[in-house]
C-alpha cells in the first residue's frame, strides 16, 4: 500500500529539517566569529521507483549551499594590525614560513605576530643577543603570505612568502638617496654676490644619514649659482719630524727626506732656536713640486715638523738626519708615524641658475649632485628645484623630501588600504616593507571548509589566481578593520520559524499515517 510510503517521506522530512536546524544553529553561533561566512541549507527531492508503479516512495534530502562569496560585516579595531577584505578575495595563509607547506585561504584579518627561528643580533654596547624572529600571521597560527617591497616595487608574479615583522627584520636593509625635492624661496632683490645657505640631509651608501650644505650666491639678475659643500674628517698619515740639539754653530745640516725626495737645511750660526731652523725647513718642504704634491708641512712643537698626507689613505715614508758641522756634536733629528682625523670639505662644480621674470625656475628643473661623505659612503642625487622661487623678500625654505633609508629598527607597523604593510621605525620615518597577497577565485563558494573558518582550493571552485589589493578591481583593504560574520539574524530566526513548520508538519504526517493504518487495523474485527 502508498500509505506505507507516507512514513518514509514523513521521517525524510523531519530529518532533513533536524539538518538544516543544526545548520541555522551553526550559523547563529558563529554570528560574531571573523571571517565566518553562513551556510544555507537547501533541498532536493528524492523519488525511489520500484516495479509496481503505485509505490513510489519519495521524499526530500538536505544540501548545504556555502555563501562565501557573501561580503560580511566591516567592524572597526583598535588593533593596529587588523585588516578587513572588502570585495573579492582571501588572505593567502600557508603552514610554512616560507611558502612551502600546505596552503590555504581565509577572510579573517585578526592578525598577530609569531615566534619562529631563533637569530643572533647586536645588543647594547655590541655584545651578541639571542633572540627570534617574528612572522606575521592568522589567528590560527598560519602564516600570512606577500611580498616584500624591492625599491618600491612589488614582484607579484613570484610566489608569496612570509612576512617578517620582527624590530630587527630590517635592522640591515637600507636604500641610498637618489632623489630629494627642494622647495624655497631666494630673495630677489639681493645684491650680485650676495650668498645664502640651505642643509640638506640625505642618505648615503652605506645607509647613513649625511648633510649637505647647498650654497646659493646671486651672480647677476635672474641668475644664481648652486654649488654642495660636504664636510669630511678622512684618516690621514701624519709624520712627526722631531729635532734636537744646540744652535748657534755654522754648518750644521738637517735632512727631511719623503718618498727618496730630500730638503736640507744648512745653519749659518745665527740662528736663535730650533724653532729658526724648523720653520725653514717647513718653508722648503713646502715649497718643493715633489714633497708639496705628497705631504703638507706645518710647524709644531719646538723642533717639530708634521707631514700630513695630502689626501685620505694615501702613504708615504719620511726619515730626518741631522749631521754636525761644528764644535756640538749633540744635533739629533728623527721621525715617527702616526695617523690623525683631518677634517676637510668638499665643494662641487657649480651649477647655474635662471629664473623667469615672474620668480619661477626657468632652468634646470633638477640638479645632479655626486656627494661623497666621511667613512667612504657616497650619494648620487638628483635634486628637484622646480619649486625653488625668486621673490622679493626673505630666504625661506619651505619643504624638503627625499627618498631612501637608513638602518632602523621597526618599532611597529599597520596596513593601508592597498594592502601594503607599513613599517614605522625608530629613526622616526615610515616606509612600506610588504604587500599582502589576495587570492581570488572564479566559484569560492565551492571552497572546502577547513577547521579554523579556512578553506582549502578544490576542483569545483577552480584554480586561484594570486594579485594584490586594488588589481583589476577585487577588492580593496581596510585597515585597522574586521570582517565579521556575514551571517544575518532576522534572516536566521525567519528560517528557524520555517524550519519548524515544516518539522511540525512532517511529523503530523506520520502521525496521521499510523492514525490511519490502525483504522485499517482495526477494520478486520
Known amino acids: 500500500m502508498a500509505v506505507y510510503g507516507a512514513f518514509s517521506i514523513s521521517t525524510l522530512g523531519m530529518m532533513s529539517q533536524t539538518y538544516a536546524l543544526n545548520t541555522i544553529g551553526q550559523n547563529i553561533a558563529n554570528v560574531n566569529t571573523g571571517g565566518y561566512k553562513e551556510t544555507d541549507t537547501r533541498f532536493q527531492t528524492v523519488l525511489g521507483r520500484t516495479i509496481q508503479e503505485q ?25 593596529a594590525t587588523d585588516v578587513a577584505i572588502s570585495g573579492r578575495g582571501f588572505l593567502v595563509l600557508n603552514t610554512k614560513a616560507d611558502g612551502s607547506g ?24 655590541g ?51 637618489t632623489n630629494a625635492y627642494l622647495g624655497l624661496n631666494i630673495p630677489a632683490g639681493d645684491a650680485v654676490g650676495d650668498s645664502h645657505v640651505y642643509d640638506m640631509s640625505v642618505y648615503d651608501s652605506a645607509g647613513a644619514l649625511q648633510s649637505n650644505q647647498l650654497n646659493f650666491t646671486k651672480t647677476a639678475a635672474n641668475q644664481w649659482q648652486v654649488t654642495s659643500t660636504t664636510s669630511q674628517t678622512p684618516t690621514a698619515q701624519i709624520d712627526t719630524v722631531t729635532m734636537a740639539g744646540t744652535p748657534g754653530d755654522a754648518g750644521d745640516t738637517y735632512t727631511t727626506t719623503v718618498n727618496g725626495s730630500s730638503v736640507t737645511y744648512t745653519t749659518t750660526g745665527g740662528e736663535a732656536s730650533l724653532d729658526v731652523i724648523r720653520d725653514a725647513l717647513v718653508a722648503k718642504i713646502n715649497a718643493d713640486p715633489t714633497l708639496s704634491t705628497t705631504v703638507t708641512a706645518a710647524a709644531g712643537g719646538t723642533g717639530q715638523i708634521t707631514l700630513t698626507a695630502k689626501s685620505a689613505g694615501q702613504s708615504f715614508t719620511s726619515t730626518a738626519s741631522a749631521a754636525n758641522g761644528g764644535g756640538f756634536a749633540d744635533n739629533t733629528a728623527a721621525s715617527a708615524t702616526t695617523t690623525a682625523n683631518v677634517p676637510t670639505t668638499q665643494t662641487s662644480t657649480p651649477t647655474a641658475i635662471t629664473f623667469n621674470s615672474d620668480g619661477t625656475v626657468n632652468t634646470p628643473k633638477a640638479i645632479a649632485l655626486a656627494l661623497s661623505f666621511n667613512g667612504g659612503g657616497t650619494a648620487n642625487v638628483s635634486l628637484d628645484i622646480s619649486k625653488v622661487t625668486q621673490y622679493f623678500g626673505q630666504f625661506v625654505p619651505l619643504s624638503y623630501t627625499k627618498d631612501g633609508y637608513g638602518s632602523a629598527n621597526m618599532k611597529n607597523y599597520t596596513f593601508d588600504e592597498n594592502g601594503q604593510l607599513v613599517g614605522t621605525f625608530d629613526d622616526s620615518t615610515h616606509r612600506p616593507v610588504y604587500k599582502l597577497a589576495l587570492g ?24 586561484v589566481v594570486t594579485t594584490t589589493a586594488n588589481a583589476d578591481g577585487y577588492a580593496t583593504f581596510t585597515p585597522n578593520a574586521r570582517e565579521l560574520s556575514n551571517v544575518d539574524m532576522g534572516q536566521q530566526f525567519t528560517r528557524m520559524m520555517l524550519t519548524q513548520t515544516a518539522y511540525n508538519a512532517s511529523s503530523t504526517v506520520f502521525k496521521t499515517t499510523d492514525e490511519m493504518l490502525t483504522v485499517a487495523r482495526d477494520l478486520k474485527r
Not at 104 to 113: I, K, V
Request: charged fraction near 20%; glycine fraction near 12%; proline fraction near 6%.
Open 127 to 177: 655584545t651578541p643577543l639571542t633572540t627570534k624572529d617574528g612572522y606575521l600571521t592568522d589567528k590560527n597560527g598560519y602564516f600570512v603570505m606577500g611580498w616584500a617591497n624591492q625599491a618600491g616595487t612589488y614582484a607579484t608574479t613570484a610566489k608569496p612568502t612570509g612576512l617578517r615583522v620582527d624590530q630587527f627584520a630590517f635592522l640591515n636593509q637600507f636604500q641610498a638617496t
Open 440 to 463: 581570488v577565485f572564479s566559484n569560492p563558494n565551492a571552497l572546502e571548509r577547513k577547521n579554523g573558518n579556512v578553506f582549502v582550493e578544490t576542483p569545483d571552485s577552480g584554480p
Open 102 to 125: 600546505q596552503t590555504l585561504y581565509g577572510r579573517d584579518g585578526s592578525l598577530e605576530a609569531r615566534a619562529v627561528n631563533d637569530i643572533t643580533v647586536t645588543g647594547p654596547g
Open 55 to 79: 509505490s513510489d516512495i519519495g521524499g526530500v534530502h538536505p544540501k548545504d549551499v556555502q555563501l562565501i562569496s557573501k561580503q560580511g560585516t566591516v567592524t572597526a579595531s583598535a588593533e
